[in-house]
């Protein structure tokens, strides 16, 4: 079961403008994409577009563009593109009772925001401030303690701040909540992440195709070094 079942743009809309003119975009108004299991991973190649997607999924689920829940509304430097004001979104019947969007690059943002509203929000965040962590735990502790049962988590690379065994614990909590009925939408480049149970893999380059595990990118180019890492390096340092 999902919350968000369909993601879909008009060719009406198209601006000829960016982000219009990334092939990812132009491939949605052509494909509109499907979600049907409860963990939908976005990955491809820096500069593919899965971050613009994923962000603006999120903006047209009514998050704020930095992060956080659906009640937040700050902004410290406005970066995020117009196509969340575009997307097309269907829904379910099941609606989610809480959610979160969780951006790597802004978390600090994020956290400082948290400071900022104060009045007893820490509880929901561990018991104090999301700063006097690495910013490693701080996502942990983010996940273990505001994260809940049915909700709708869209993460936007969160591997940038955790190690290999953070990954495993970031991997651990998410079977547990789709267990309770929540949802998960992440882009990641992260193969431990990839490995997580029926989840769908969507591989993004000028297309969107739906990839399994072994094939994924991240996953055969982490293998390949792996296996042999001197052989690799000797071919890409020649």
């Known amino acids: 079961m999902t919350f968000i079942h369909q993601i879909r743009l008009d060719q009406a809309d198209d601006t000829h403008r960016y982000p219009f003119t990334l092939p990812v975009v132009q491939h949605l108004i052509k494909h ?5 299991t409860p963990v939908t991973f976005l990955t ?12 603006a999924i999120a903006v047209a689920a009514g998050f704020n563009a930095e992060g956080g829940t659906q009640s937040f509304n700050f902004a410290t430097k406005a970066t995020e ?3 969340g004001d575009y997307l ?14 969780l951006r790597a690059e802004s978390f600090y943002n994020v956290a400082t925001e948290i400071d ?23 996502f942990i ?19 940038a701040a955790l190690s290999v065994k953070g990954c495993l614990t970031v991997l651990r909590r ?6 309770e009925s929540s949802q998960f939408i992440i882009a990641t480049h992260s193969p431990i992440l990839l490995a997580a149970p029926n989840a769908t ?9 739906e990839v399994s595990y072994d094939t994924a990118e991240p996953v055969r180019l982490t293998r390949n070094f792996l296996g042999d890492p001197n052989r690799f390096l000797k071919h890409l340092l020649d």
Do not use: C, Q
């Open 32 to 36: 509109p994409l499907h979600l049907n």
């Open 44 to 55: 491809g190649d820096n500069g593919a577009g899965k971050s613009t997607l994923v962000e």
């Open 81 to 83: 593109s117009s196509l």
């Open 88 to 101: 097309t979104l269907r829904w379910g019947t099941r609606k989610p009772r809480t959610g979160f969007f």
């Open 116 to 138: 900022r509203i104060g009045g007893g929000i820490h509880a929901s965040y561990g018991g104090k401030s999301l700063h006097e962590r690495s910013h490693g735990e701080s």
């Open 141 to 159: 502790d983010l996940m273990n303690h505001r994260f809940g049962s049915r909700g709708l988590y869209i993460l936007d690379e969160p591997e």
């Open 174 to 179: 998410m079977h547990e909540l789709v267990n």
């Open 201 to 209: 893999i969507l591989e993004i380059t000028d297309t969107i195709d």
